[in-house]
């Protein structure tokens, strides 16, 4: 019996996910999203209206985990400052069955300043990510967790540019000493 095509395409989406992630947009071929995912050209094309298409759906999918797994940790009843450290250790301690890095900050990089599609999906999920982390960061503050000075949203938007710093220094090669550092660091802000 065959696969619902559904079934193909999120298993391709995911398998190209993280092709894109490891190699980046322009240096991932479509003979590499073949081998990534096992389809041919053919049903690539067939079922995605073209690479770009892909890639957008691909961080899509990564931007969705990342964002579910997010609000579900910012949601729990937990200090807020054992939240933030809960997001810096992710990066601290990333994955290792995952390419190093972040698939976000990478289309920031590579795609952002040229691909007005791609700036408006990576602006959104900033937004919505930095929501996040701020009203948890607010409600903190009024149980007197974070001073009653400082800014929840300034902070959140540290918060991401943290993460995404962290998520920079391990695809340049940082080692745990250097990412713990600028984490407890980042901690010591709240």
Not at 78 to 85: D, G, M
Not at 151 to 175: C, K, M, N, Q
Request: net charge positive; charged share 30%.
């Amino acid at each position: 019996m065959a696969r619902p095509r559904k079934f193909e395409e999120t298993r391709a989406v995911e398998a190209a996910m993280r092709a894109f992630w490891a190699a980046g947009y322009e240096a991932t071929s479509t003979q590499d999203l073949c081998a990534a995912t096992g389809l041919g050209r053919s049903s690539i094309y067939n079922t995605f209206a073209s690479k770009h298409d892909l890639y957008e759906k691909a961080l899509r999918h990564y931007m969705n985990d990342r964002n579910a797994r997010l609000a579900e940790l910012m949601a729990r009843d937990l200090p807020a400052r054992e939240k933030i450290r809960t997001v810096l250790w992710w990066a601290v301690e990333p994955d290792p069955a995952e390419p190093p890095g972040c698939l976000v900050v990478n289309s920031l990089v590579e795609l952002a300043p040229r691909d007005r599609a791609v700036a408006e999906l990576l602006r959104q999920d900033t937004a919505r990510r930095v929501e996040l982390v701020r009203s948890a960061l607010e409600t903190g503050r009024a149980r007197g967790e974070i001073d009653p000075g400082k800014d929840p949203l300034a902070l959140a938007r540290f918060v991401a540019a943290t993460v995404s710093g962290l998520r920079v220094a391990t695809r340049g090669g940082a080692d745990r000493a250097e990412l713990e550092s600028i984490a407890n660091t980042a901690l010591g802000v709240l």
